[in-house]
């Protein structure tokens, strides 16, 4: 596997490697002990999450202010373009954003570690959205940070109003967010 730190390096662009012949392909999704030789990180993971969504369904920005969680996140249908914005206050990118574009043909994985806001927005007609997270979910630790926040200006490369659900409709801004330390 290939890992690349994003422009926030605790964010990580993870490419595996996939063996292609004429039957198809295979590839390596997971791997605890490749992980963590080539991260360094040793993550246990508790649950397995799996969303469909069509073109333009915006999800996010979630996290949990209790149960946090950390995911490890990849398309198996469609293609998305995959956020993750730190909210961690001791952090020299507190408040800052990435992007990664996930897809079935490109086969890439980001790892967002606890502490950081995440979202994607749907760009092909449809996608299978899969995570890992390191914690279970929590309904009542659960918070939303709007989407558009001016603040963030997160570029979701949308060229009209996206399908958001009513709790990410009703995020809210940045500066009020709870945070982590």
């Known amino acids: 596997m290939k890992v690349t730190p994003t422009a926030i390096t605790d964010v990580l662009l993870i490419e595996p490697e996939v063996f292609v012949d004429q039957r198809g392909f295979f590839f390596e999704s997971y791997n605890a002990r490749s992980l963590k030789r080539d991260t360094g990180l040793e993550i246990s993971f508790v649950q397995d999450n799996h969303s469909r969504s069509s073109r333009n369904v915006l999800r996010g920005l979630h996290y949990?202010?209790?149960?946090?969680?950390?995911?490890?996140?990849?398309?198996?249908?469609?293609?998305?373009?995959?956020?993750?914005?730190?909210?961690?206050?001791?952090?020299?990118?507190?408040?800052?954003?990435?992007?990664?574009?996930?897809?079935?043909?490109?086969?890439?994985?980001?790892?967002?570690?606890?502490?950081?806001?995440?979202?994607?927005?749907?760009?092909?007609?449809?996608?299978?959205?899969?995570?890992?997270?390191t914690d279970y979910y929590d309904g009542a630790a659960e918070r939303t940070i709007a989407w558009n926040d001016p603040d963030l200006a997160i570029d979701w490369r949308l060229d009209q109003e996206p399908l958001v659900a009513p709790k990410d409709r009703a995020g809210i801004r940045?500066?009020?967010?709870?945070?982590?330390?």
């Open 64 to 133: 949990q202010i209790r149960s946090v969680q950390g995911k490890l996140v990849r398309v198996t249908f469609g293609c998305v373009l995959d956020v993750a914005v730190d909210l961690r206050r001791s952090s020299p990118t507190f408040g800052r954003w990435v992007c990664e574009e996930l897809s079935a043909e490109n086969k890439r994985q980001l790892w967002i570690p606890a502490g950081f806001a995440h979202g994607f927005v749907v760009l092909s007609d449809a996608a299978d959205f899969l995570y890992k997270t």
């Open 174 to 181: 940045f500066r009020d967010a709870e945070t982590f330390e």
